[in-house]
């Protein structure tokens, strides 16, 4: 009989080698299909889908930016791109360029293109005031600015579409943008009332107990109870006031974020231990800067006030002053009265920061106090502490400057004041008002819109001659 002889290694060669030409064939697809463009087209198409990517959005896109390393707080803007090139920015300060001012909300329009390099950039091609002012030269001996990009690598995109980070080319800084819900004057109208209420913080309540609290610019300091003082810098977001980095204070208290709650007039945590009222308006006489107009087209006060006014500057005597503003100030006084109450920072009076047309500073100054009469009727005194006269330029002993006591004197002796404010809430308008002499009056505004002039062209405005 005939022996059938099997050949296994055949019978099991066949189907294996046939998988593993399968296999082969696979893989080679594969590669085939994630190499068969090349590195300008793949550029090419991240170029297109990223513009498909920004002009997506119905609202645009909220961008949060950290101009000069983070070194300047956080600044947010909102940008709406259009197929033809076009970028809408809004801002959240206001602005004025051109001779027109911009508050936030309002639109400016400008350029940017998305092109390839070695990545794929974002750049914003022509002059944007409300963003390049961060990285526009300061003058001829600092031609960097604030060291920040208007060009951006665009490094991903989040899986739903709705986050974008991107890298400065130059800089390397970060800035993340996220899909705007809503109208870009909505959004960032809301982020100016928070930027704008923080500035009057001055407390913090935390699990019922007051801790100094405040916000100046973009940080936000909190001093804890061994009188440690601990600080932040800030970015708006919509209604919240983020901290970049988290506060521990004694207690476990964590610090992240504060929610605006305008109803009650208050920011709260995020975990609503800690709390943040507003204070009065009558509070905030004392916490930021205020400044009466003097110039050519009007005056922020009343004829008889004025009258004293111009008698200071009548025996004042020089050609060469330049008179800077009239302001009751948060540490206003630029010398002599700062440095005798550096706890006491309420002062009242004029500065030159000019004084025979050398570079200094002369200051007539009352250092006050507001003592509230009678809060149900906004009735208000003004206490004088000090007085001084002074300059820091060696030319004389700045007592000429006491010619303006005069004029400070119809301030502090025509009390009591009925004072008027535009807003309960964030006041930036106070009318005085003395009850004994409604020919007496004044306004004190957060704006300082002063134009600088000399005391001569001011007396020849108004027609009057130097003693």
Same mark, same amino acid.
């Given at each position: ?24 064939s ?15 087209q ?6 297109? *889908?990223y ?10 896109w ?10 300047? #707080? ?10 033809? &090139? ?9 602005i ?28 914003? *091609? ?38 974008? !980070?991107?890298?400065?080319?130059k ?68 209604n ?43 509070? @905030? ?9 003097? &110039? ?15 008698? #200071? ?15 009751? #100030?948060?540490? #206003?006084?630029?010398g ?5 109450y550096?706890?006491h ?5 004029? !500065?030159?920061? @000019? ?6 500073y002369?200051?007539?100054m ?26 820091n ?9 006491q ?18 404010? *535009?807003?309960?809430? !964030?006041?930036?308008v ?20 002063? @134009? ?16």
């Open positions: 009989m005939k022996r059938i002889k099997h050949n296994y290694f055949r019978g099991f060669a066949i189907p294996v080698m046939a998988a593993l030409c399968m296999a082969f696979a893989c080679t697809y594969e590669e085939e299909d994630l190499f068969d463009k090349s590195a300008a793949r550029l090419n198409a991240s170029v297109k *889908d513009r498909e990517l920004l002009t997506s959005s119905q609202y645009g909220v961008m949060e930016f950290w101009p000069n390393n983070g070194t300047m #707080g956080g600044y947010v803007f909102t940008a709406k791109f259009s197929e033809n &090139g076009d970028v809408e920015m809004c801002g959240e300060e206001d004025t360029y051109d001779g027109k001012t911009y508050t936030p909300g309002d639109v400016f329009s400008s350029n940017y293109s998305v092109k390839t390099e070695q990545s794929t950039i974002l750049t914003f *091609d022509t002059y944007n005031p409300m963003f390049h002012k961060f990285s526009e030269p300061k003058g001829s001996s600092n031609v960097s600015g604030y060291n920040s990009d208007y060009e951006f690598v665009f490094l991903r995109a989040s899986e739903n579409q709705d986050t974008i !980070v991107l890298r400065g080319k800089y390397g800084q970060e800035m993340t943008m996220t899909r705007l819900e809503e109208s870009p004057k909505k959004y960032m109208e809301e982020a100016a009332t928070v930027l704008k209420t923080s500035s009057i913080i001055q407390a913090c309540t935390i699990d019922g107990n007051s801790y100094h609290a405040r916000v100046e610019g973009r940080k936000f300091f909190i001093t804890d109870k061994d009188s440690t003082e601990y600080e932040s810098l800030i970015i708006i977001n919509n919240d006031l983020i901290l970049r980095n988290e506060i521990i204070l004694a207690n476990n208290v964590h610090l992240k974020s504060f929610r605006l709650e305008k109803e009650n007039k208050r920011f709260v945590s995020h975990d609503e231990r800690a709390v943040m009222e507003y204070p009065s308006p009558f509070g @905030q006489l004392s916490i930021t800067p205020w400044f009466i107009y003097v &110039g050519y087209d009007y005056v922020d006060m009343s004829e008889e006030l004025f009258g004293l006014f111009k008698t #200071g500057v009548h025996y004042l005597g020089s050609f060469g002053d330049y008179a800077d503003f009239f302001f009751l #100030g948060l540490k #206003g006084s630029c002599l009265m700062g440095k005798k550096k706890e920072h309420q002062f009242l009076g004029f !500065v030159s920061l @000019q004084y025979f047309f050398v570079t200094g002369a200051e007539s009352l250092a006050i106090n507001f003592v509230e009469e009678d809060a149900g009727n906004s009735i208000v005194r003004i206490e004088e502490l000090d007085r001084c006269s002074g300059n330029v060696i030319l004389d002993d700045g007592t000429r400057y010619s303006f006591y005069g004029f400070l004197d119809g301030f502090v002796n025509n009390n009591p004041y009925k004072v008027t404010y *535009d807003d309960d809430t !964030v006041p930036s106070a009318r005085f008002e003395s009850v004994s002499n409604p020919n007496i009056w004044f306004i004190f505004k957060r704006e300082n819109k002063q @134009q600088g002039f000399t005391l001569r062209q001011f007396a020849d405005k108004y027609g009057f001659d130097f003693y």
